[in-house]
Each structure stands twice: as structure tokens, then as C-alpha cells.
């Protein structure tokens, strides 16, 4: 789907991946979706259909579970996502700083 010149993805793969990343959070937080719901004032049924990705949210019911869980959702400019993208990917071992503080370096001073 392309709309003004940006490539759209359907919206269930949208949904779903928002329900992924929503339970991603929930279980490193070692929480139910019943202590989720209650924190964001939601119904457990419907916390857990957005969390599989069958059901929409509202932006605000949103971010009352990512507050719910200690998270906090933010707007950006879509140019600006592969940048915010770059910089959330882990890094490779050969990404340094470009200097490094070795031991030995200390000895020759």
C-alpha cells in the first residue's frame, strides 16, 4: 500500500508487531496482562487483544499501557525514523570509540 509517497505496511502487521513489542515489555517487567490492564484502566480481554495484535488502541489507551508497563511513547518525523532505527540496533564488536584507553599505552608515557 503506498499513500503520499511512503510505502504503507497493512495494519495488522502494524498491530501485531505493537502487540509484540507490548509483551516483550510486560514479561521483562514480570507483570500479568491483569496487572497491565488494571495499571492502564483497561479490561484484561481487551489488553490482551491488543497485546495479539486483533484488536486497535486509541493513542491514548496506548500510552497508558506503555506507562503501565514504565515506558514512554514518542512521535517522530517519519524521515527520521531510520536514523532513530541506527541508532537503536546493537553495535558490531568493530564499532570503537575512536580512542581507546589500553593499559599498556600507561607504561610508555
Aim: proline share 6%.
Amino acid at each position: 500500500m503506498k499513500r503520499l509517497g511512503i510505502i504503507m505496511r497493512p495494519e495488522s502487521e502494524i498491530l501485531f508487531e505493537i502487540g509484540h513489542l507490548l509483551k516483550k515489555a510486560r514479561l521483562a517487567s514480570a507483570m500479568t496482562q491483569e496487572q497491565v490492564s488494571d495499571l492502564a484502566g483497561i479490561s484484561r480481554p481487551r489488553y490482551r487483544d491488543i497485546e495479539t495484535g486483533i484488536a486497535a488502541a486509541r493513542a491514548t489507551t496506548l500510552m497508558n499501557i506503555a506507562r503501565a508497563l514504565g515506558l514512554e511513547m514518542m512521535l517522530i518525523p517519519q524521515s527520521m525514523v531510520p536514523a532513530v532505527e541506527a541508532l537503536l540496533r546493537p553495535h558490531d564488536d568493530d564499532d570503537l570509540p575512536a580512542f581507546i584507553s589500553r593499559p599498556d599505552d600507561d607504561d610508555h608515557g
